[in-house]
């Protein structure tokens, strides 16, 4: 069945800095959204890709989809203590999924000042 | 505005007693309703998915079921938990109208011995 693999797993930022999470997939995806979980709570969601190429900005986020379609990427610029928490993505492998998500596995963020 | 609730937060079972959790939805109708378990530190995995009153699909074989005795409410049961049940189960609906982003529950965390 289709997998989702996200990295890094754990990622330990110092505030301020700069950095990227990973989502790849072997089989084309039709749309990739992505989600934020904090420590104790549930998950959130930021944002959904749909076309090729796709690039999407909130604040200090920069979503991408990548042309293939397979993969997609976060990065998170000038880091603060409010971005702690665990960042999915999930992919609707086909439009007739019934919204049926697949998730990664997340990356782990933690952030020192 | 769209809520979804779920109960209770937190419970302790032990071995072989049965289980039934509750998710119910308010301010919309007809939506898609989804459990997950959550291991720790893990990914979400989704175990039941239903498109309408009385329609269930299992995704994973498992010693959980789910029902749908009403429009915007979800039920996971067990007739006997075993020690691999224990994790945090969330609920999640989608509306048919904006067929993107998953809403979830605040979850019930699970703890069998």
């Known amino acids: 069945g289709q997998q989702v693999m996200q990295i890094p797993q754990y990622q330990h930022v110092q505030e301020g800095e700069d950095f990227t999470t990973y989502c790849n997939s072997s089989?084309?995806?039709?749309?990739i959204q992505w989600y934020k979980q904090r420590p104790g709570g549930h998950p959130v969601f930021l944002i959904q890709?749909?076309?090729?190429?796709e690039v999407k900005k909130q604040k200090r986020l920069t979503f991408q989809f990548g042309e293939a379609k397979k993969n997609s990427s976060l990065h998170i610029t000038a880091t603060q203590t409010t971005d702690v928490g665990t960042y999915f993505c999930a992919a609707e492998r086909t439009t007739d999924s019934w919204g049926k998500l697949q998730f990664g596995a997340g990356t782990q963020v933690v952030v020192t000042p | 505005s769209q809520t979804i609730h779920q109960w209770p937060a937190t419970l302790v079972q032990p071995v072989g007693s049965p289980l039934s959790l509750e998710c119910t939805v308010e301010?919309?109708?007809?939506?898609?309703l989804y459990w997950y378990r959550q291991a720790a530190g893990r990914g979400l995995q989704l175990l039941f998915y239903s498109v309408g009153i009385g329609q269930i699909s299992s995704e994973v074989p498992q010693n959980l079921s789910a029902s749908r005795p009403q429009d915007r409410q979800f039920i996971l049961s067990s007739k006997k938990l075993l020690l691999s049940d224990s994790g945090f189960y969330l609920c999640?609906?989608?509306?048919?109208?904006?067929?993107?982003?998953?809403?979830f529950g605040p979850g019930t965390r699970l703890t069998v011995l």
């Open positions: 890709l749909v076309k090729s190429g």
């Open positions: 301010g919309t109708s007809n939506p898609n």
């Open positions: 089989t084309t995806l039709s749309n």
């Open positions: 999640a609906w989608i509306s048919r109208e904006r067929y993107n982003e998953q809403f």
